[in-house]
């Protein structure tokens, strides 16, 4: 049975209890296994850059150790952090959240704009989209601004989204919504329902093109 | 039952034969059902851009008939014929073979060189993917100039292929291969042997796309 | 005597008398003969990329049959339908009107605005515009939304016209005007008037650029 | 009568009378007057940046005094001494030879590789593409390496034409070749017979743009 | 003992002298002398693309001549007049206000909006920031719009320059501010404390680059 | 009396050593200090992206902590382990090596190519040219090949790095050349000598850009 090894790498379970929900759709009958693993020892969340820098290191450190363990492995932060080092340490496929929900709005032929947390988060997208080459695909990324202390407010923070998902729909001409970070797999339908455009998670996305990779045997070199 | 349509717009039924065999893959337990047709009114094979131009007519054409019968559609030609129609005819999801193609090699990190059947193909696919913004991925695309009426003579063409494969690999930096062309999917397995490297049949990248799409409910506005 | 075919590749004669019109100022004592024909096969108007599709399988058939009966040939169509096919079919130089109105900012060193007729159309330009590398050139593209069936409101249409150039001008610093549709050649005066800045009809372009060729000798290989 | 002022920036008399010879396929019937003159203070001939920058003042201080004479200005250099400065001096049509050649190329969908005289004049020619945008049309700009004074010498410098355009052609894959220069005018017939592509004299394109703008009406803000 | 020479290519004194201020933080104990001369031959202001063009040769003129009188040279403009020239006069280190300027905002990782005098200078800043590749760092160019007439007028400019860096910042989201005139230099300090984002005077920033350059001992080829 | 601090991200003390020396034509008489120190826990090399991801979160964490122990810091490595992190922590001036070379090869006008040590580098540094938008500033960046073990037999590192620095320069047109590791100062000297063309050793050129801000006051917000 093949399976993938989806890494939360911040510390904070219920981000990664969440994200385990949101895999539901991918665990049809003969897929591979999909199991969501929590970085006890990483940040509380990635915010910052410096952050950002401490998960990659400890997401390579752990594909390195558990590389026999899985058969592809999905970094579950939409800054993709040790996405790179990890493709150094094993030819095992890796996908990155962020590279996989941009390389899907690509093959879905769409622009999309990127909701994100905080302020901070938007240059380090930026900065990497740019890395990966696929920041054509993005018309914006607006931060919602709440701190992560009000995040525990669905009513607030969906409202927020909302409101910054319309700004990128009307204002930026998005044709579709990139959720820039991990924990917001939740409001995914909502959003796509209030919006009326494909709303992409980017865990969902890497995990999707793992499962594709892994049908047709796609190994690095 | 979901249920997803591979278009081969070429009237040639022993390519679809053969798209359909590489599907095999992809037809998993509960995975939706992957039917692959032939435009029996299509151009015998698609290599100028007026045979491409009169596919991109009957992909549409089908697709806008056949809207209700499936959930998705891939179109199994490396110069997406139709694709760009289809989106506006039905808000099902469309996968063109060379747009998902590209965006795997994106979601896999890496550059991808492009092996096409002949010399005509090579400007067409190139104001392909810069219409779709996905020319940086690749690194070059290059024919291996043979006439269709030798792509028959299998050792030749595997021959052909694996020179401008090893062309693209050694003097390109290619990390990755993509078939520039429907037709050549038995190829892959000798090719990965003997490169070394991912190599990426186009339709089945769309039909994983699409397979994806349909999981996670992705539907255009 | 040289001749110049230039293509409406919609079935509205209207369109086609109007384009013939606008030749006006290129028809001089000794220039190419320019002669203004309709497809009377063609789609009604080309508004959907699936319209410019089959049109695109049209200019290319008749160019194809007609090759030896002109000695360059224009395609007027904002959209450009049928240009790379039909550069596959002859020698003989082939205009676009999109490709050369872009191509004629450049020549003025301005970046245009591009007034479209509907929505639908701005993503195909788009589209366009980059596969011809001519995007830089494009400062925005805008939709004046009026349904064809109100086209022929000249008073309601040329206030649309006016009102989005001025948007172009202003909000988008546009230096000159293309107009992004060949039925709209009777406006260019009036707009030019109105926004004080070059306004290119695309067809005139195309024909300017064809007639030079002709003087020039330019053949394809 | 509408008349065409071409101006030689640089002093060389017998340059001028080879752009004049040029001119000959562009002085049809009711056409406008195309004259041809020289700057006799101009230097020598425009090999370096500096004499270049020196040519610009020249260029555009004739053309401020000299803006009622004539209704379009072309600058008869491939690195388009002073056209940027003219356009602020005068609403009429000003074109540079390099942007017309580039723009010629972009109307015909070709990338051309550019013939250049001197090894210190492809970096210049490569800022002024960027500067212009025009850049992507460009896949090559060899020097052939010849020191003025052996320019004279038709045999030679014919050959080394030659040898570079096939370079272009081949191992840079130009579909259209460009003359770097515009003394390089009489060459342009024996290239295109015996590389089979379109080659451009950059001071008839910008001449064939200028009665194009002329028959239009197109005249700046 | 190295020196510096820093050419105002205007014949404003009063603008050297300002340069000649901003100079102090640079002239340190053992840095490199540098020395702020006007060229009396120069335009009065350098508003135009023709006063640029005549800048520009005064400045390569001046530097070839005076080549063995500094061991690198700053010219003082916005519009770099004359710098790719004098590269090929002399392989002394030559730095260009505005292209040390943007060298200088990458090195600090940030985007800058430029604040420019008069809406002509806009374009031509364009031009220039394409033409040296470093467009990218530029986020918008923007001017105070005033006449030179009012630029003595220190608290208007001020007030004009402050509303200018503050849409640049807010709208924009520039990082960084870039003074697009050698002569605001003055402005610097009330801009960086109103403004609080790092304001980079283009003088300084050339003057620093050329210290750094002797002091590593570049020397082009 | 200010300091600029210059951190070697790997714990290699004579490395250290080397940079310090390389610091030499910096130290001059009122020059901001210039102190040197190795990051002991670092990794012995960064020749990885796992290695360059450690060395990332030691960099940011050392300046946070010792954000007042020093104006501005100098990350002594051409991968930029920590720059942008670090650029949070603080509103002290960062300087990257990778960054700062590029951003003088700018300044200088100059198109460079870059030395490095493995293959695995290069796609790297990639990565982060492309991220930091210089990437247009690199013809090419070739690995000496060399294993770490034989770094020590100078002749032989020297020849390989005379060896491919002579490939950037002819074969692809490099004007100057980046040593693409901090370790390799040494060889500037010899190399330019060789070459002919400016050699820029990163962490002179970020040291350099440092004393520039300190001296001009930048700060960030």
Redesign the interface.
């Known amino acids: 049975m093949l399976r993938i090894l989806v890494i939360n790498p911040n510390s904070n379970t219920e981000v990664t209890a969440a994200i385990d929900r949101a895999m539901a759709?991918?665990r049809?009958?003969?897929?591979p296994t999909i199991d969501c693993i929590t970085l006890s020892d990483g940040p509380p969340g990635i915010e910052?850059?410096?952050s950002?820098?401490?998960a990659?290191?400890l997401v390579?450190?752990h594909i390195?150790e558990a590389s026999e363990e899985a058969d592809a492995f999905v970094v579950a932060c939409y800054s993709d952090?040790?996405?790179?080092?990890s493709?150094?340490?094993t030819t095992k496929?890796?996908?990155?959240a962020a590279?996989?929900a941009?390389?899907?709005a690509?093959?879905?032929?769409?622009r999309a704009g990127v909701i994100s947390i905080l302020d901070?988060a938007v240059a380090?997208h930026w900065?990497?989209a740019?890395?990966?080459?696929?920041a054509?695909?993005i018309v914006a990324d607006l931060p919602i601004g709440l701190p992560v202390s009000e995040l525990a407010d669905e009513a607030q923070c969906r409202a927020r989204m909302l409101e910054v998902g319309l700004r990128l729909k009307e204002a930026h001409e998005a044709?579709a919504i990139i959720l820039g970070c991990a924990g917001m797999a939740r409001y995914r339908a909502a959003l796509?329902a209030e919006l009326?455009?494909?709303v992409?998670?980017p865990t969902?996305?890497?995990a999707?093109?793992a499962?594709?990779?892994l049908?047709?045997?796609?190994?690095?070199?």
């Open positions: 759709p991918l049809t009958a003969d897929a910052s850059q410096r950002c820098d401490l990659a290191s390579s450190a390195a952090p040790g996405v790179s080092a493709r150094e340490v496929p890796i996908f990155g590279e996989s941009m390389a899907m690509a093959s879905l032929g769409v901070v380090r900065r990497h740019r890395s990966v080459m696929l054509p695909f044709e796509e009326g455009v494909v992409i998670d969902q996305a890497a999707a093109m499962i594709s990779a049908r047709l045997g796609y190994r690095a070199a």
